[in-house]
């Protein structure tokens, strides 16, 4: 079981805005950053979100996430079937001699 | 544009040692801001980050709680690669063993390689 708690699924249909909590604790979440990652089926996780809420070029603007406390959550607002996907947040765990932890996933269905 | 190419053999026999590389294009293994890292993913374990080799006037190496006896990560600046060795694997460390970079931006991995799964059977 991960230390950081995801759901294991997800889903909406097109156009509509679907939400992933990613939650820790004060040693991971609550002092580090998060970072997401989109896996689509078959090959290799690619980097969504950085610094909690930063998207990197080429990521679209419908991609957006936030943080509170030992909370993060990832928006996706206009949902399109190839967002279809699994996605993973992660963070440094400071009782884990700073390892760093992912959640165990959340798979979304675009129905 | 960054990439990463591993190799490796998809099969390892318990108690041996697993051993992959990690070829690099387009940066530096000796570059001072960034990382290199492995990850497994398995359906048991899930994403599991392994460890990671990183220069600063030194090379630096961390490990996970959870290998970290049994784990080496070594630089090959002659060849712009790096290598993760493995010691006294059982069936539980079959998985997709991923190679990644650690960018210098709250340690977001960017690029990951393609992946290799790798076995471990009799």
């Known amino acids: 079981q991960s230390v950081l708690t995801q759901p294991p699924s997800a889903s909406g249909t097109p156009g509509q805005r679907v939400t992933i909590s990613c939650s820790g604790s004060n040693s991971n979440i609550g002092s580090n950053t998060v970072t997401w990652y989109q896996q689509l089926p078959g090959t290799a996780p690619k980097l969504l979100i950085y610094s909690n809420d930063q998207r990197p070029s080429g990521v679209p603007a419908r991609f957006s996430a936030s943080l509170s406390g030992t909370s993060a959550s990832l928006a996706i607002s206009g949902l399109q079937p190839e967002d279809e996907a699994d996605y993973y947040c992660?963070?440094?765990?400071?009782?884990?001699?700073?390892?760093?932890?992912f959640g165990g996933g959340t798979k979304l269905t675009v129905l | 544009q960054v990439t990463l190419q591993q190799s490796g053999p998809g099969l390892v026999k318990p108690s041996q040692t697993l051993s992959l590389t990690c070829a690099i294009s387009g940066d530096s293994v000796s570059s001072t801001s960034v990382a290199w890292n492995w990850i497994r993913q398995s359906p048991s374990r899930g994403l599991e980050w392994l460890g990671r080799t990183y220069y600063r006037s030194k090379w630096y190496n961390d490990y996970g709680v959870s290998v970290k006896s049994r784990m080496t990560i070594n630089p090959d600046t002659s060849k712009n690669q790096f290598s993760l060795q493995l010691n006294s694997v059982t069936p539980e460390d079959t998985a997709l063993y991923y190679c990644v970079r650690e960018r210098p931006l709250g340690g977001a991995f960017d690029p990951w390689g393609q992946g290799t799964l790798v076995t471990v059977s009799a």
């Open positions: 992660a963070s440094r765990d400071d009782s884990l001699n700073g390892d760093v932890l």
